[in-house]
C-alpha cells in the first residue's frame, strides 16, 4: 500500500517540472548550473534515488538561493525518504520566496500528516485550496482525515470536491466509497467502488472492498467474484483470500472457506484474522475439536484476541466442557467483545 | 374406547394397506402339525383368558375415569397400570402361540395392546398392531386407536394421525357416548401436530445422566435443588428404603427421601435423610426452597388422599416433618409445591373438588401470623379441566413451570413454562422436545441461572427404571465471531478491520443470587445469623432468612427491578448491611459475599450501605429509613454506646466542597437520629470529605465504594 502512497501523493512538484524545464530553458545563462542541477533531481527521483535528488536539488540551490521549485522538490526528496522536519523546512523556504506556492503549502501539510500532526496538516490543506480551489489532491487528503477521524459525512463532501475537480480520481472515488461505506451507505458504496475500478482496472484493493460490501449486503456469490478480481490480479492478497474465505463460509462451503484461510496463511502465516476464522469455520462445521485448536494458534499468536476467545468457548461448550467455555468468555469480555459479555451473562453461573 | 369385537373390513379403514391373510388356529392351515397347533391353541386360549381378564380391567378403569373425569386418559399415568397383572400372565402364552402362527390377526392384535399398555415406548407394539390391521381378521374397531398412540408415542406423527383417522371415521357421531371418544382422538391428533412442529425445531440443549453417585437400577425421581445446584433431594424407591416393606400394590419399596451435594462440580453419592424425615411408608420429594433449607414432603395416607409436610434444616438436622395447614391440605390429594423467593407465597398442585380439573395449581400467601392462607386457584390461563403437576415456581418470582395434560402438549403431560407479565400469567409454551415427548414429561426443576435444569426419565441408557438426568440450555445458536479488514483507504497501508458475530438473544432470568458464608469477623467461628432483605422503595422487610448454625452459608434470590438493602444481624454483633439496585433488565449473576459480623467493641466501625443522600446535597432519602431505623435499634438495646457518624466522598470537586459535603451529611444523619430520641452526647458527627478513600477514585465503582456513611464506636 505504501507505493500507492507514493504514486498518489509524491513527487509533489514534479507535476510542474516540465512547463518549469522550459522557462528554466529560457533563464538568464547565469542560472545554467542551477537548471542543470535541477533537472538531474528531477531525472534522480522519477528512479527513486531520492538521496542523490537531494544532493542536486541542494546543487541547484546553491547556484540560485531564490530557486523556490528547487526548495520545493527538494521538501518533496526529503519527504521520500522520511526526513519529514526537513521537508517542512524546504517548503517553509519555498514559501519565503512564493508566498503562494500552492505545492509547498501542500507539501507542508503531508509532511504534517506524516507525522501525526493532523491540526496543521489541515490548516496548510485549508491555505492550499484557498489559493487554488481546484487542488484535487489536497481534497482528497483532507478527505482521508476526516474519514480517519471517523467523520464520514465531511470527508464524502472533501472527496466530492477532489472528483469535481479531477474526474478519472480513481483513489477519490475508492476512498468514497469506503466513507459511504463506513456511513452505512453500501449500495452508494458499491456505485463508487465499481467506477473507481472503471477508470482503473488493476484496483485490486477496490476490487476487495467491492466484495466486502457485497457480502455484508449477503450477496455472496457477487462478493466472491470480485475477491476473485482482487486475487487474479494480486495473487499474495491474503486479506481478499481471507475475506473470500468468510464469504464462503457465510454460503455454508465449508471446505472453500477453509482453503481460503489456509492460502491467506500459506502467504502470511501469523495472520491471526485467519486462525481466527477458521476456528469459526470449523464451528459451523461442528467439528469442535478442529475449532479448538484453531482458536487456540490464535490466542498463542494474539493473546488478546476477543474473537478467538469468543469462539474456543463456543468450541467448549458444544465439547461439554462449560467451565472452560464460561473462562473463555470471560476473557473476551474483559477485552472488550460484546459477545463475550453477554454469553457470560446469560450463560455461566 | 369399549371393546367392541365385530368383523373389521380393514379395506373400510384404508385402501393403502397391503392386506395380508389371516391365518386362524385351524388344522386346515397346519396340516402337518397336529401335535404343536393343539400345543399353540392351549397356548392362545391361556394367553386369550389373561388377556380378556386384564381388558376387562382396563376397560372397567376406563370407564370410571371418564365417567369422573367427563374426557378421555391423556396420560400412562391414568390407567393406573390397568390390567397389567393380568397381561403379564397372558404375553408369555401369547407370545409362544405366536412363535406357532405370527398370522393371526386376533393374537397380534392382543399382543399389540399388552405391549402398548406394559412398554408403550417400545415398537413392539406398533409391529403387532400394525400387523393386526393388515391381517384380513376378526378384531375389535379400536386396534386403530391404539395403534395411533403406539405410533405417537414413536414419534411417527403422520402414521398416528392417519390411524387416529381411520378410528375416527369408525365413531358415529350421534351414538351415546361417542362424543367424549371424538374429543379424544381429535385432541390426539392435535397433539401428533404439535409434536411434528416441536421435533422438527428441537430445543438446543444436553442430556446427561446424572451417573451411579446418583442414579441406581431402582427408580430414582422427582429431584429439586438449590437455586445455585449446591444440593438436591430427591426421591427413590430403593431396597433398603426406610422399614424395608414393599408396596402391595406395585410390589416396588416403598419412597424415601434422598441428598446430595455438588462437591468440586460433581454430585456426591445419595444419603438417605434418615428416620427423623423419612417413614416406613412413602415419603417423598414435593419441592424445595431456592436456599434449599426448608423441604416439602409428600405423605400418602388413603384417609388424607396424600398431603404435604415441612422440615427444615438447622445446622445439620432437618426438623421432622410437620403437616401444612388445612389451608393446603384437603380430603383430596396435594402434590407438588413450590415455594416463592421470599418465602411468602406457596405453589401446589392440588385435585380438590371446585378446581378447574383434575389437578390444578394453587397458591397460598403467608399471613401475618406465618400461617398459609386461603388457597387461591390460579385461574383458566394455566389450568385446564385435563389436569396440571409438578409446578416450580422460579427464584426470579416471574416464570412458572408446571406440567399439563392440555395447552399444546404432544401427549401425556408434557412440561409448560408461563411469564407473569402486566397482572397475568402468559400463555403456556411447550418447552419443547426433547425435554417434552408424547408421554409423560413432569417435575421440572430449573437452577437460578436458567443454564440447567433437572427432571426424571426412564429413557434407555439408564441405570434402570427412572433416573435423574440434567438438562443444560444451550440457548438460542451461538454464531463464531469472524474477523475480516479491508484495505479502505487507497492512499493508507493499515487495513481497516471489522468484527462480526450475529446477534442472538438471552432469555435468561433476570435475577441475582447472593450467596456466602456468615461467620465472626475476629475468631472466624461459623454463625447463624438473621438475614433480612429490604425492598428500600417501600421500607419494607420483605423477607427474612437464616444462614446454617453449623455452615454458616445463606442464600438469597433477588430478583431483577428493585432497590434491595441487606441486613445480616445477631445479637451482640453489629448488623452488616448490603445494597444491591438491580435494574429491571440486569441480566442473571451469582455473587458471592462472605459476611463477617463484628462484635459490639470500642473501635469497630461498619459501613450503612442502605443510607442514601439526594444528589450534591445532605438530604436523607427516604429509602434510607430502614437502615437508620436499625441503627437506633442498636442504639437503644445498647444504651451506653456512643458512636461517631462519619460520612465520606470521592475525589471528584474540590477538597474543601467534598469536606464541607460530608460534614453535613454526617450531622443529617446524626439530627435524624436526635429527631427519634437518640440522645445528642452519644453522637459525633464527623465530616471526612475525601481524605479516606477505600478504593480507587479513578474507576466510577471505586468512587461509588468511597461515597459512604459509616459508624464507629467511641465508647461502650
Known amino acids: ?140 487528503l483532507n478527505g482521508q482525515i476526516n474519514f480517519e477521524a471517523g467523520d464520514y459525512k465531511y470527508a464524502i463532501s472533501e472527496y466530492d470536491k477532489a472528483i469535481a475537480n479531477k474526474k478519472d480520481y480513481a483513489y477519490a472515488y475508492n476512498d468514497r466509497a469506503s466513507a459511504k461505506k463506513q456511513s452505512g451507505d453500501e449500495a452508494g458504496a458499491i456505485i463508487d467502488y465499481e467506477k473507481a475500478i472503471s477508470i482503473d482496472p488493476k484496483l485490486f484493493f477496490a476490487y476487495n472492498n467491492l466484495g466486502s460490501c457485497k457480502r455484508n449486503k449477503g450477496d455472496n456469490a457477487g462478493a466472491i467474484e470480485a475477491y476473485n478480481k482482487a486475487i487474479s490480479i494480486k495473487p499474495d492478497y491474503y486479506i481478499a483470500l481471507n475475506n473470500r474465505g468468510t464469504a464462503k463460509l457465510n454460503l455454508n462451503d465449508f471446505a472453500g472457506a477453509i482453503a481460503d484461510f489456509d492460502a491467506a496463511l500459506k502467504i502470511k502465516p501469523n495472520y491471526v484474522l485467519a486462525m481466527n476464522n477458521m476456528a469459526s469455520a470449523y464451528i459451523k462445521k461442528k467439528d469442535y475439536k478442529s475449532a479448538t485448536e484453531w482458536a487456540n494458534k490464535a490466542i498463542q499468536a494474539d493473546a488478546k484476541l476477543a474473537a478467538a476467545y469468543v469462539n474456543r468457548g463456543i468450541a467448549k461448550q458444544m465439547l461439554k466442557d462449560e467451565e472452560g467455555a464460561c473462562s473463555d468468555w470471560k476473557k473476551a469480555s474483559e477485552y472488550g467483545s460484546a459477545e463475550g459479555k453477554r454469553y457470560t451473562s446469560g450463560f455461566c453461573d | 374406547m369399549k371393546t367392541l369385537y365385530k368383523i373389521v373390513t380393514l379395506i373400510l379403514f384404508t385402501s393403502s394397506l397391503a392386506l395380508a391373510q389371516n391365518v386362524e388356529f385351524e388344522k386346515s392351515n397346519f396340516p402337518d402339525k397336529k401335535d404343536l397347533l393343539k400345543e399353540a391353541k392351549k397356548n392362545l386360549e391361556e394367553g386369550k383368558d389373561a388377556f380378556e381378564l386384564g381388558k376387562k380391567e382396563y376397560d372397567f378403569v376406563l370407564e370410571g375415569y371418564v365417567e369422573k373425569n367427563k374426557y378421555y386418559p391423556v396420560s400412562r399415568k391414568d390407567y393406573q397400570r390397568a390390567g397389567d397383572i393380568y ?45 393386526a390391521v393388515t391381517l384380513n381378521g376378526k378384531i375389535p374397531l379400536d386396534v386403530t386407536y391404539f395403534l395411533g398412540w403406539a405410533l405417537q408415542f414413536q414419534l411417527k406423527w403422520d402414521d398416528a394421525i392417519k390411524y387416529y383417522q381411520v378410528y375416527l371415521n369408525t365413531l358415529s357421531s350421534d351414538a351415546k357416548g361417542n362424543a367424549l371418544a371424538i374429543e379424544d382422538v381429535n385432541k390426539k391428533m392435535g397433539e401428533c401436530r404439535v409434536g411434528k412442529r416441536e421435533v422438527a425445531n428441537p430445543q438446543r440443549i444436553f442430556v446427561d445422566n446424572l451417573g451411579p453417585n446418583i442414579n441406581t437400577s431402582y427408580p430414582e425421581y422427582s429431584a429439586f435443588i438449590s437455586a445455585d445446584e449446591s444440593m438436591m433431594v430427591l426421591t427413590a ?79 445439620n438436622t432437618w426438623s421432622k416433618p410437620e403437616h401444612l395447614n388445612k389451608n393446603i391440605n384437603s380430603k383430596a390429594h396435594e402434590s407438588s409445591v413450590s415455594l416463592s423467593y421470599d418465602s411468602k407465597r406457596l405453589y401446589f398442585i392440588s385435585d380438590r373438588e371446585a378446581g378447574l380439573g383434575a389437578g390444578d395449581i394453587y397458591y397460598s400467601d403467608k399471613d401475618v401470623k406465618g400461617d398459609w392462607g386461603p388457597a387461591v386457584n390460579i385461574g383458566p390461563s394455566l389450568n385446564t379441566k385435563y389436569g396440571e403437576e409438578g409446578v416450580f415456581i422460579h427464584p426470579d418470582g416471574k416464570t412458572i413451570y408446571f406440567s399439563s395434560k392440555a395447552h399444546s402438549t404432544m401427549g401425556g403431560y408434557d412440561i409448560f413454562k408461563s411469564t407473569f407479565e402486566n397482572g397475568k400469567w402468559g400463555e403456556p409454551v411447550n418447552m419443547g422436545y426433547p425435554i417434552n415427548g408424547p408421554d409423560d414429561d413432569v417435575f421440572f426443576v430449573i437452577s437460578g441461572s436458567g443454564n440447567h435444569g433437572y427432571f426424571a426419565s426412564s429413557k434407555q441408557g439408564g441405570y434402570g427404571d427412572k433416573d435423574i438426568y440434567r438438562i443444560t440450555f444451550l440457548g438460542p445458536e451461538k454464531p463464531p465471531v469472524v474477523m475480516n479488514e479491508d484495505n479502505l483507504l487507497a492512499s493508507v497501508a493499515a487495513p481497516v478491520s471489522e468484527f462480526k458475530a450475529e446477534k442472538i438473544v438471552s432469555n435468561g432470568p433476570k435475577m441475582t443470587i447472593l450467596k456466602g458464608v456468615v461467620s465472626d469477623a475476629k475468631t472466624y467461628k461459623l454463625l447463624e445469623a438473621a438475614i433480612e432483605l429490604i425492598d428500600n422503595s417501600l421500607n419494607e422487610v420483605i423477607a427474612t432468612f437464616k444462614s446454617n448454625s453449623t455452615t454458616g452459608k445463606y442464600l438469597v434470590s433477588l430478583p431483577s427491578g428493585k432497590n434491595y438493602g441487606i441486613a445480616v444481624k445477631k445479637d451482640g454483633y453489629l448488623f452488616h448491611s448490603e445494597n444491591f439496585d438491580l435494574k429491571a433488565s440486569e441480566e442473571f449473576q451469582e455473587v458471592e459475599k462472605n459476611i463477617a459480623l463484628k462484635a459490639i467493641e470500642v473501635g469497630q466501625s461498619i459501613v450503612l450501605k442502605n443510607i442514601f443522600f439526594d444528589f450534591d446535597k445532605a438530604t436523607i432519602r427516604p429509602e434510607s429509613a430502614n437502615e437508620l431505623d436499625r441503627l437506633i435499634k442498636l442504639l437503644i438495646d445498647n444504651p451506653t454506646l456512643k458512636i461517631e457518624l462519619g460520612s465520606h466522598t470521592d475525589s471528584k470537586g474540590s477538597d474543601e466542597y467534598n469536606q464541607k459535603l460530608s460534614q453535613s451529611r454526617s450531622q443529617s444523619v446524626v439530627n435524624y437520629l436526635i429527631g427519634k430520641g437518640i440522645s445528642t452526647d452519644r453522637l459525633v458527627a464527623k465530616g471526612y470529605g475525601e481524605t479516606m478513600p477505600v478504593a480507587t477514585n479513578d474507576t466510577e465503582a471505586g468512587r461509588q465504594e468511597n461515597r459512604r456513611t459509616d459508624f464507629k464506636i467511641l465508647s461502650k
Request: include cysteine.
Open chain 1, 1 to 140: 500500500m505504501r507505493k500507492i502512497v507514493l504514486v498518489g501523493l509524491g513527487f509533489l512538484c514534479l507535476n510542474m517540472s516540465a512547463q518549469d524545464t522550459v522557462k528554466i530553458k529560457t533563464a538568464l545563462t547565469s542560472d545554467q548550473e542551477a537548471e542543470n542541477a535541477y533537472n538531474a533531481g528531477l531525472e534522480l527521483m522519477t528512479k527513486k534515488d531520492y538521496n542523490m535528488a537531494i544532493e542536486q536539488f541542494t546543487k541547484a540551490i546553491s547556484f540560485k538561493p531564490n530557486f523556490d521549485k528547487a526548495f520545493c522538490n527538494r521538501g518533496a526528496a526529503r519527504y521520500e525518504a522520511k526526513s519529514y522536519d526537513a521537508s517542512i523546512d524546504d517548503y517553509n523556504k519555498a514559501l519565503a520566496i512564493n508566498p503562494i506556492n500552492t505545492d509547498a503549502f501542500f507539501g507542508k501539510a503531508q509532511s504534517f500528516y506524516a507525522i501525526n500532526k493532523k491540526d496543521s496538516c489541515v490548516a496548510y490543506l485549508s491555505k492550499t485550496t484557498f489559493i487554488d480551489d481546484t487542488y484535487s489532491k489536497a481534497f482528497y
Open chain 2, 87 to 131: 397381561f403379564k400372565q397372558a404375553q408369555p402364552f401369547l407370545m409362544k402361540a405366536q412363535e406357532f402362527n405370527p398370522n393371526n390377526a386376533e393374537l397380534n392384535y392382543m399382543l399389540g395392546v399388552i405391549n402398548f399398555n406394559l412398554n408403550p415406548q417400545s415398537d413392539a407394539a406398533s409391529k403387532y398392531l400394525e400387523k
Open chain 2, 237 to 315: 424407591r430403593r431396597e433398603n428404603s426406610t422399614g424395608g416393606k414393599l408396596d402391595e400394590g406395585d410390589s416396588w419399596p416403598f419412597e424415601d427421601l434422598y441428598q446430595s451435594f455438588k462437591v468440586n462440580g460433581k454430585w456426591t453419592p445419595v444419603q438417605n435423610f434418615g428416620p427423623l424425615v423419612n417413614s416406613p411408608e412413602h415419603d417423598a420429594t414435593s419441592g424445595l426452597s431456592s436456599d434449599g433449607t426448608t423441604m416439602f414432603i409428600f405423605k400418602y395416607k388413603e384417609k388424607d388422599g396424600g398431603d404435604i409436610y415441612v422440615s427444615n434444616l438447622t445446622g
